[in-house]
């Protein structure tokens, strides 16, 4: 077999073998075929496709390229879950405690931010100490004592992965949806939990910026988890704006805390009851979505969630008195007010924009060696539909230093669109599919 003819073959539009498949994602982990043929044809798929049955076997040749983690230690239904990503979305922070502290078994896989979107484990570190480079021993003992763990991927888990991903992102192939549908569901076959609920992104700070788009990736990947045998269920929820008020890694941490004890942004809270009540259902807790709703609303109010979060941090290695008290966290030196430029209502944000305004202020990475600032960020104080006067709060600004400030507030005042007409915000929650 030669890289060449199937790449020729993918260019022509054909498709591909099982046995072509594996013969390329091996060829490229183990350095035979060089970066310049797979740059090709992850190239020719994106302009020619793959049909279901070669998206479910390049999951498998990727899943199969490393390790596939055996949680059968653990009792219970495992389940994981997984975002496509995007600017605030700090939900796996307060949906991992919660549904642990109604008993789920939670058996995370995160990965760090790159680019405008953050990652769960940076903003896991703003709690001092805190580790996700654990042992599969330790993470498996975790979820049997504390009922959740969340690692980082090891290098040993999905290989093919890793490294396709990287050359995707510097060859402009990311956003096709085999490729996406592939590259998750790969990570999530390999970590071995038994349900996976995941939560596909729709709008600007999105991957697939049109909801159609979006809800066909969801069924990309239910069918790939359901021929695994896996319990899949998926949400499509609103990325148009950034989710909660909070982005930045330390001020995501504090609003995750504040949606634990009751008090979080109502969009957010909507979005971790509606996959908090796909996971109880998954795990088999709850018979139906009002029940499972009634056990999340519990463990709020009871401060059962808050203490598993507690829990689950001083479990690996952080701080937990920062969960109780979270003005200990990470904390910028200056707070800035961004004003309102003129009356009228919030019509759009930008949503990469205001991620980038993170990145710019250092709490996100341009390159992966580069050391972040959990302490910075941007809180939103209008969002998509509010009302605001001139000179009105529409932002804070978190910051170290002048120049990063002074070009945030230039950047973030560029996303806010303000306009006369009021302009109905989409709902959080486009669909669910299962
Ligand atoms: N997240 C992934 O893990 N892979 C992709 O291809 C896109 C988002």
Known sequence: MRMYDLIMKKRNGGVLSEEEIRYMVNGYVSGEIPDYQMSAMMMAIFFRGMNEEETWRLTMA????????????????????????????????????????????????????????????????????????????????????????????????????????????????????????????????????????????????????????????????????????????????????????????????????????????????????????????????????????????????????????AQFVKAQGGDERMVYEPELLPKASTVTLVEAPCDGYVRRILCDEVGICSLILGGGRSRKEDIIDLSVGIVLDKKVGDRVKKGEPLAYIHSNGEDKRTACEERLLKAYEIGPERRQEGPVIRGTLK
């Open 62 to 309: 990727m899943a199969e390229s490393g390790e596939m983690l055996d949680l059968s230690d653990i009792a219970g239904v495992k389940v994981d879950k997984h975002s496509t990503g995007g600017v605030g979305d700090k939900t796996s922070l307060a949906l991992a405690p919660m549904a642990a502290a109604c008993g789920v078994k939670i058996a995370k896989m995160s990965g760090r931010g790159l680019g405008h979107t953050g990652g769960t484990i940076d903003k896991l570190e703003s709690f001092a100490g805190f580790s996700t480079d654990i042992s599969t021993r330790q993470f498996i003992r975790n979820v049997n004592e504390v009922g959740m763990a969340i690692m980082g991927q090891t290098k040993d888990l999905a290989p093919a992965d890793k490294l396709l991903y990287a050359l995707r992102d510097v060859t402009a192939t990311v956003d096709h949806m085999s490729l996406i549908a592939s590259s998750i569901m790969s990570k999530k076959l390999a970590a071995g939990a038994d349900a996976i609920v995941l939560d596909v992104k729709t709008g600007s700070g999105a991957f697939m910026k049109k909801e159609e788009d979006a809800f066909a990736l969801a069924r990309e990947m239910l069918a790939i988890g359901k021929n695994a045998g896996r319990n899949v269920m998926a949400i499509v929820s609103d990325m148009d704006q950034p989710l909660g008020n909070a982005v930045g890694n330390a001020l995501e941490v504090r609003e995750a805390i504040e949606t634990l004890r009751g008090r979080g942004p109502e969009d957010f809270t909507q979005l971790c009851m509606e996959l908090g009540s796909c996971m109880l259902m998954t795990a088999g807790l709850a018979g139906c979505k009002e029940e499972a709703l009634a056990m999340l609303h519990g463990v709020i109010e009871d401060g059962r969630a808050l203490s598993k979060l």
